[in-house]
């Protein structure tokens, strides 16, 4: 379906309409999360099974990064195995014996498929428990699909740690215990560590965590704190086996974070006094380095096209502290459940689209003429040809944004665009 249909949810439309557009789409998939997924599960390899297309893409992704030794690989198939000649699973075998034999550190087994992979239909949920068997537990295996046209490349992260999260052991404690959930770089995950310490929540657990045996447990005393807005599959299966979501803003800025550690605050039942004292300097130093940034950005226009599911609460931070103005913001999924913590916070008449029909979404850019374009690596250039500036989203993901510390960084992101428009002056485009 092609063009665009205001959604009947009235909940939705109860403050701002979401239009919903089917078509064309310019995204990368799910395999490109692997990237981020590899540097924080430590002693982790990612299998892609796929071709020679997924190969390059995850190269390409990769590019973008700095890394001594990746602990990921395409298993390609050929076209005997496509035209069912080979035994694919014979092969698959022999490659996890290969990558075992020369990684002996490595305990997880991501065997990631892909669309070849899924066109002849191999069984790789099969595959990871027939190895999981013959490894007899010394290495696990997790499957998970990075395929996909219709998806978008956060989704990787979300698939993956859905089907880990079946894997995750019980929690039987009459404990409370706080699980932060989703990717967060090491230097942000300590810094949040340290102010739940010292707000006196915990235990504190994070998934996924930087090693395999250190994955935490899950059961009904556990509460739930999302740090990625994109991983409704994975909070979905974690409330399945027991786990009460906190419905927080995500914690981008200094009012985003503050927001989010107050949600378990509350229910660990924190005194204000104490929240206060432990929030206030490093809720400061984040004002203080939003503001600077907010000399540039206060008062320009911004568009976000759906890419990396982070649109929503990018927007939120930027025109509640950073004083843009918002025009249209794209997302490829509207999920309410983990938006819960977000909504109240946009302003009437927002207007929000949900998917992607390309041309007719860069027809309203064009319109519009912001001043900022959030959108895909793919889509940036041409933009940039017709005089738009643009951020890449996918920056957004491998950059440490999250937190009081990074909030000015965060802000900063959205300036140098602009700076450097004002450098180069806007005739010569
Ligand atoms: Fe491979 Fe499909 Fe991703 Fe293309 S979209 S890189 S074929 S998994």
Redesign the pocket.
């Known amino acids: 379906m092609t063009g665009a249909v205001l959604a009947s949810d009235t909940a939705r439309q109860a403050r701002f309409p979401v239009q919903q557009e089917r078509g064309q789409r310019a995204v990368f998939?799910g395999?490109t999360s692997i990237i981020w997924l590899h540097r924080k599960i430590q002693d982790a390899f990612f299998l892609v099974v796929?071709?020679r297309?997924?190969a390059h893409?995850i190269q390409s992704a990769a590019g973008v990064m700095i890394f001594a030794e990746p602990r990921f690989a395409t298993a390609v198939l050929q076209d005997k195995d496509l035209a069912g000649l080979a035994d694919a699973n014979e092969e698959l075998d022999r490659v996890a014996a290969q990558v075992i034999a020369r990684r002996p550190e490595i305990r997880t087994i991501f065997l990631v498929s892909?669309?070849?992979s899924e066109v002849i239909k191999l069984d790789l949920g099969n595959a990871a428990q027939r190895l999981g068997e013959i490894y007899g537990g010394r290495v696990k295996f997790v499957d998970y699909s990075?395929?996909?046209?219709e998806t978008t490349f956060t989704q990787g992260e979300d698939r993956c740690l859905e089907s880990l999260t079946a894997q995750l052991p019980a929690d039987t404690s009459d404990k409370l215990s706080l699980m932060v959930c989703g990717t967060l770089p090491d230097v942000v995950e300590d810094q949040f560590a340290r102010i739940f310490e010292q707000l006196g929540i915990g235990p504190v657990r994070f998934f996924p965590a930087r090693n395999s045996d250190d994955m935490p447990p899950v059961g009904s005393n556990t509460r739930l704190l999302l740090a990625q807005p994109y991983l409704g599959d994975t909070a979905r299966a974690l409330i399945n086996r027991g786990a009460q979501l906190l419905a927080a803003p995500y914690p981008y800025g200094a009012e985003g974070t503050s927001a989010w550690l107050q949600a378990a605050a509350t229910e660990w039942g924190i005194p204000a006094s104490t929240f206060e004292s432990v929030t206030a300097a490093p809720r400061a130093r984040a004002e203080h380095a939003v503001a600077v940034q907010t000399r540039t950005l206060a008062g320009k226009r911004i568009s976000f096209l759906p890419d990396s599911q982070l649109e929503i609460p990018l927007a939120r931070f930027l025109q509640r502290e950073c004083q843009m103005e918002l025009g249209e913001i794209g997302t490829p999924f509207f999920d309410q459940q983990i938006l819960a913590g977000e909504l109240p916070l946009l302003p009437e008449g927002l207007r929000i689209t949900e998917g992607q029909e390309l041309d007719d979404q860069l027809d309203r850019v064009r319109q519009l003429q912001p001043d900022l374009t959030v959108c895909g690596m793919g889509i940036a250039n041409p933009l940039e040809a017709e005089g738009l500036r643009t951020k890449w989203s996918i920056e957004l993901v491998f950059t440490p944004v999250q937190g009081y510390d990074q909030a000015g960084d965060l802000a900063g992101l959205f300036t140098r665009p602009l700076l450097r428009k004002a450098q180069l002056g806007a005739q010569i485009w």
């Open positions: 998939c395999l796929g071709s297309t997924c893409l892909s669309c070849p990075g395929s996909g046209i």
